[in-house]
């Protein structure tokens, strides 16, 4: 299967690559929410986090890692760099489909944007939680 | 010389054919292109004595008599063959009887799908199947097979090699086994059949001193053609009889009918002579490359383990998986080298590697094993390259991979609950 060159450019050069601390710090910093989803198992695990800059509600910046194949990886990368400066509200508009499209991503890959856009709701959620915020959206479909 | 990219690590998969068969094959699509079938004119007389010589030719690199030898399509179609046909000749009760009553069959979880697909099919007609369980180290022992045969068991499949690790099951033990529960039992109405496609023409192979009554292999494995292999059928102690699978012509002793693909059976012939004298020096090369390769990325990557047994395996194939970084995206970093992955990804479905799930391999490191597998014209080179190429390539991906952070970090990923997809 060959890969779009969109995916060989996000795989190759991965934007936002890191994390904002170790897992306990992170999960101390109330700025910070984490996205873990997926499973080892079934060979891919991503993981999104999002500081958010609390008087605006606006994502400053945004880091992912992943366990995964090319696709996984640059889904991923790609919802960092888009999810960056947007107002909370508005990365939780990012559908799946634009990863989807964006990267041309065949049918057998579209798990991985899924896990994309589900990683980018879960680190807001962690995020609300930290600061007791009550969820505007409703909570991703269960896959 | 400069290397070649990209660099062939999957011999394992199929081989090139080696120059010296393609020209002993030219001939025999141009001027002796005759039916081998055709036993009144010259053109047949040229096709048959082709046969015949690569006949003799796979019989002296298998040990037995070229009486003995059924050319096939392939180790699929022998696979299928030995399989069917002995469970068919064998059976205690005619099809359509209760399940589990034709008879019982062994063979073992981690069999290639051309053993497996066949035994699934016997057990959908009636006969009860043992699949064997494989120990960690992944190798199959006659005790085993000893303590699962019963007085209906009528076929015992075992292959010789494990085509993804590599480990080399005691064939000639389960065969002297079988030999001795005959005579102690009085019954000749049980078969051994194993599947040789990675072991014939890469180790020393005799049936008569290994005691197997049935041998699949195929050509393109041994620097052959595709679509040519051969299926050993044992003619004494005991005559192994089989239910043709394929009938019309009657050819091969009415086992395989079918004109005989005579450019394929000639270039299997000359695979298998060349294989003959030079199988030796290949695998003790080929075994210190291996070597080389394994203990150099152990030793340069942590979390990096050899699937299979320490010393039984085959020479040129090696699996090796690293912990927390995911094999296709692995192969992705390292696509100028060709070699094969465990992983759900490189298949249609979403399982990891059965094989390595048999050994008890646990799914995160089933995900991330590679099987890098050398043949007879890899070099120091090709290995040298392959090894650094694949540290690179797990260091860099071990930088993304959040996995590889909770390890660091100390925490267990296997006692961590994932949302499941």
């Known amino acids: ?143 | 010389m400069a290397l070649k990219l990209p660099v062939y690590m999957d011999h394992a998969a199929t081989t090139p054919c080696d120059p010296r068969v393609v020209e002993a094959m030219l001939p025999y699509f141009t001027e002796k292109f005759g039916n081998s079938g055709s036993r009144n004119h010259k053109f047949g007389w040229e096709a048959e004595d082709g046969a015949e010589a690569a006949r003799e030719q796979v019989a002296a690199l298998l040990g037995c008599s070229p009486k003995e030898v059924i050319f096939t399509s392939g180790a699929t179609e022998g696979n299928n063959l030995a399989i069917k046909g002995a469970a068919e000749m064998y059976e205690r009760a005619p099809a359509g009887s209760a399940a589990g009553t034709r008879g019982h069959v062994i063979t073992v979880m981690h069999e290639h799908k051309a053993v497996l697909d066949p035994c699934k099919r016997l057990q959908k007609e009636g006969f009860d199947v043992t699949f064997l369980q494989p120990p960690e180290d992944g190798v199959i022992t006659a005790k085993m097979v000893k303590d699962a045969i019963r007085p209906d068991t009528v076929l015992v499949s075992v292959m010789w090699a494990n085509n993804e690790l590599g480990t080399i099951n005691e064939v000639p033990e389960i065969g002297r086994m079988i030999r001795e529960y005959r005579k102690a039992s009085g019954r000749d109405d049980i078969v051994f059949h194993t599947d040789a496609t990675q072991w014939v023409g890469k180790m020393s192979t005799n049936v008569e001193k290994d005691a197997v009554d049935l041998l699949t292999f195929s050509g393109h494995k041994l620097y052959g053609p595709k679509g040519v292999g051969a299926l050993y059928v044992r003619r004494k102690n005991p005559r192994v009889r089989l239910v043709a699978q394929l009938e019309g012509g009657g050819q091969e002793r009415g086992f395989r009918s079918g004109t005989l693909n005579i450019s394929g059976i000639v270039g299997l012939g000359k695979a298998c002579e060349i294989a003959m004298k030079e199988m030796d020096a290949d695998a003790a090369r080929l075994l210190a490359f291996r070597k080389k390769m394994e203990s150099e990325l152990t030793s340069r990557l942590e979390v990096c383990k050899v699937n299979g047994h320490a010393d039984r395996r085959l020479p040129h194939i090696a699996n090796i998986s690293f912990g927390f970084v995911e094999g296709e995206g692995l192969m992705m970093a390292i696509k100028e080298i060709a070699c094969s992955s465990g992983s759900a990804c490189t298949s249609a479905s979403l399982e990891p590697s059965y094989v390595l799930k048999a050994l008890g391999v646990g799914d995160e490191l089933a995900h991330s094993s590679l099987r890098l597998s050398m043949g007879r014209w890899t070099t120091q080179e090709q290995v040298d390259y392959t090894i650094g190429k694949i540290v690179e390539a797990v260091n860099k991906l071990r930088m993304l991979s959040p996995l590889w952070d909770m390890h660091k970090e100390g925490i267990d990923i296997s006692q961590i609950e994932w949302a499941q997809h």
């Not at chain 1, 509200?89 to 899924?114: G, R, Y």
Request: proline residues 4%; neutral net charge; hydrophobic residues 40%.
């Open chain 1, 1 to 143: 299967m060959a890969y779009s060159d969109k995916v060989i450019n996000h795989y190759e050069n991965p934007r936002n690559v890191g994390s904002f601390g170790t897992t306990s710090e992170v999960k101390a910093r109330k700025d910070v929410g984490v996205g873990v989803v997926g499973a080892p198992e079934c060979g891919d695990v991503m993981q999104i986090q999002i500081q958010v800059d609390e008087a605006t509600n606006t994502i400053k910046d945004a880091k992912f890692k992943c366990f995964g194949c090319g696709s996984a990886i640059a889904s991923s990368s790609l919802a960092t760099e888009w999810i960056k400066g947007r107002s909370i509200e508005d990365a939780l508009k990012l559908k799946n489909t634009e990863i989807v499209q964006e990267l041309s991503l065949p049918p057998v890959k579209i798990h991985c944007s899924v896990l994309a856009e589900d990683s980018i709701r879960a680190a807001i959620k962690d995020w609300q939680t930290k600061n007791a915020k009550a969820a505007p959206a409703p909570a991703s479909a269960a896959h």
